[in-house]
């Protein structure tokens, strides 16, 4: 897929260099005149950068890392048979289905809910810290990463979506009947939360610190 | 001159762009994000994937999506029927939450599109493009019909063992759903609409 070199030039600058500020949403670059101006095209509110992004994704990212306690330990379906009732974690369902030999579905759900958020709040630290921290040698490195939590983040609404389907599907009285329980809360909120935290981090604050680096040096 | 200009959302690098041609994609030099990818008649492919996801979302939302049977019972769900019952268990978040990602957000896609590319089809920008194709995008990430349905799978392999599973219309429907709305998305090229306010 690579394109003919004449059509596309990069500039030595990024756009805050320049005097300028890309909007978020339509990608016109624009002059900033005073601090609250719009894009004249969309209409969004400009900033060079995201509004206080490290410490909103730094609360976003500790919010959701105590959440993520009590989805993985309370149950999250109550299952009702024949008078007796069974409680399940997330874990002991993806068990459940290893047990039952069908361990590709015990895979997609041990990635979707309780790989995947953990592999998210792990990155976002790291990608936090490295802005803090300037670690720019890997910057190229840390974008990709960051665009790999937007890519996945949303899947770990899969298991949200099973018990809906069992609890509204099972409901036969005594016979069966499936409930959902607190632990689903929990979880609905991890994945809602390290979605707004992804969406609140700036990518461009890991290149940042490599040109006030540059700036420095020479 | 700054027309021609872009800068990578990813890491703030500026561009220059000229033509990109269809089928190619301009990505930054310096951190590899997407800068633009153009898309062949992007308007009039894109509207027809809305018009199609526009039935299918009718027929996916009114028809029963599975029936459960046990015994001689036989149980049918429609999707409205299935949050009901969560509402019903005192589930109000997540019941709220499945009903956007699953309902209002795919059918509000189908709306703001249905209003901004009807009009553009016809070389006219509706009122308040910008505001309504902002929404679309605020939108974007919040509709997730595609993983609703690998949850249908799961659920339903789940289930199997304990009665039988009888595949509704509603199904069906969804399942052409979720590769119309992705196709929707896809042809969509957003440079396109942005283009079309400065033509005013």
């Given at each position: 897929?690579?394109?003919?070199?004449?059509?596309?030039?990069?500039?030595?600058?990024?756009?805050?260099?320049?005097g300028?500020?890309?909007?978020?949403?339509c990608h016109?670059?624009c002059?900033?005149?005073?601090?609250?101006?719009?894009?004249?095209?969309?209409?969004?509110?400009l900033?060079?950068?995201?509004k206080?992004?490290?410490?909103?994704?730094?609360?976003?990212?500790?919010?959701?890392?105590?959440?993520y306690?009590?989805?993985n330990?309370?149950?999250?379906?109550?299952?009702?048979?024949?008078?007796?009732?069974?409680?399940?974690?997330?874990m002991?369902?993806?068990?459940?289905?290893?047990?039952?030999?069908?361990?590709?579905?015990?895979?997609?759900?041990?990635?979707?809910?309780?790989?995947?958020?953990?592999?998210?709040?792990?990155?976002l630290?790291?990608?936090?810290?490295?802005?803090?921290?300037?670690?720019?040698?890997?910057?190229?490195?840390?974008?990709?990463?960051?665009?790999?939590?937007?890519?996945?983040?949303?899947?770990?609404m899969?298991?949200?979506?099973?018990?809906?389907?069992l609890?509204?599907l099972?409901?036969?009285?005594?016979?069966?009947?499936?409930?959902?329980g607190?632990?689903?809360?929990?979880?609905?909120?991890?994945?809602?939360?390290?979605?707004?935290?992804a969406?609140?981090?700036?990518?461009?604050?890991?290149?940042?610190?490599?040109?006030?680096t540059?700036?420095?040096?020479? | 001159?700054?027309?021609?200009?872009?800068?990578?959302?990813?890491?703030?690098?500026?561009?220059?762009?000229?033509?990109?041609?269809?089928?190619?994609?301009?990505?930054?030099?310096?951190?590899?994000?997407?800068?633009?990818?153009p898309?062949?008649?992007?308007?009039?492919?894109?509207?027809?994937?809305?018009?199609?996801?526009?039935?299918?979302?009718?027929?996916?939302?009114?028809?029963?999506?599975?029936?459960?049977?046990i015994?001689?019972?036989?149980?049918?769900?429609?999707?409205?029927s299935?949050?009901?019952?969560?509402?019903?268990q005192?589930?109000?978040i997540?019941?709220?939450?499945?009903?956007?990602?699953?309902v209002?957000?795919p059918?509000?896609h189908?709306l703001?599109m249905l209003?901004?590319?009807?009009?553009?089809r016809?070389?006219?920008n509706?009122?308040?493009?910008?505001?309504?194709?902002?929404?679309?995008?605020?939108?974007?990430?919040?509709?997730?019909?595609?993983?609703?349905m690998?949850?249908?799978?799961?659920?339903?392999?789940?289930?199997?063992?304990?009665?039988?599973?009888i595949?509704g219309?509603?199904?069906?429907?969804?399942?052409a759903?979720?590769f119309?709305?992705?196709?929707?998305?896809?042809?969509?090229?957003g440079h396109v609409v942005?283009?079309?306010?400065?033509?005013?």
């Amino acid at each position: 897929m690579e394109i003919n070199r004449s059509s596309i030039t990069a500039n030595a600058a990024t756009a805050r260099e320049m005097g300028l500020v890309s909007c978020h949403r339509c990608h016109l670059l624009c002059k900033l005149y005073d601090q609250k101006s719009a894009c004249p095209r969309c209409g969004t509110s400009l900033h060079s950068r995201k509004k206080e992004s490290v410490a909103r994704t730094w609360a976003l990212v500790i919010a959701a890392s105590i959440f993520y306690i009590p989805a993985n330990i309370l149950p999250v379906t109550y299952t009702t048979s024949l008078g007796t009732v069974q409680s399940d974690t997330i874990m002991s369902g993806v068990i459940y289905f290893i047990h039952s030999d069908s361990w590709p579905i015990a895979l997609v759900i041990f990635v979707a809910s309780i790989f995947v958020p953990l592999l998210k709040l792990v990155i976002l630290i790291t990608l936090l810290l490295s802005v803090q921290l300037r670690w720019i040698s890997r910057a190229k490195d840390f974008t990709r990463l960051y665009r790999l939590t937007e890519l996945v983040g949303r899947w770990s609404m899969l298991d949200i979506y099973v018990i809906t389907v069992l609890v509204a599907l099972v409901h036969f009285d005594a016979l069966a009947d499936i409930e959902a329980g607190m632990g689903a809360l929990f979880f609905a909120m991890v994945v809602v939360i390290t979605m707004f935290a992804a969406e609140s981090f700036d990518p461009r604050l890991i290149w940042d610190n490599l040109q006030s680096t540059h700036e420095e040096k020479y | 001159m700054v027309e021609h200009l872009i800068a990578c959302h990813g890491c703030d690098l500026v561009h220059a762009l000229s033509d990109i041609p269809i089928g190619k994609t301009a990505y930054c030099s310096r951190c590899g994000s997407i800068l633009y990818r153009p898309k062949r008649d992007s308007i009039n492919r894109s509207l027809a994937f809305t018009l199609a996801g526009a039935i299918l979302f009718f027929i996916a939302n009114t028809c029963p999506f599975l029936g459960f049977k046990i015994g001689s019972k036989i149980r049918e769900t429609t999707l409205a029927s299935g949050i009901h019952q969560l509402y019903q268990q005192d589930m109000f978040i997540i019941a709220s939450l499945v009903l956007f990602t699953v309902v209002l957000v795919p059918l509000l896609h189908i709306l703001c599109m249905l209003y901004i590319l009807i009009p553009l089809r016809f070389n006219r920008n509706p009122l308040y493009l910008a505001n309504v194709f902002r929404l679309y995008l605020v939108l974007k990430p919040w509709g997730m019909l595609e993983i609703f349905m690998l949850g249908i799978l799961v659920s339903a392999i789940k289930l199997v063992k304990m009665a039988t599973i009888i595949p509704g219309t509603a199904l069906y429907a969804f399942l052409a759903l979720v590769f119309v709305l992705s196709a929707m998305t896809v042809t969509l090229d957003g440079h396109v609409v942005w283009k079309s306010i400065d033509r005013q």
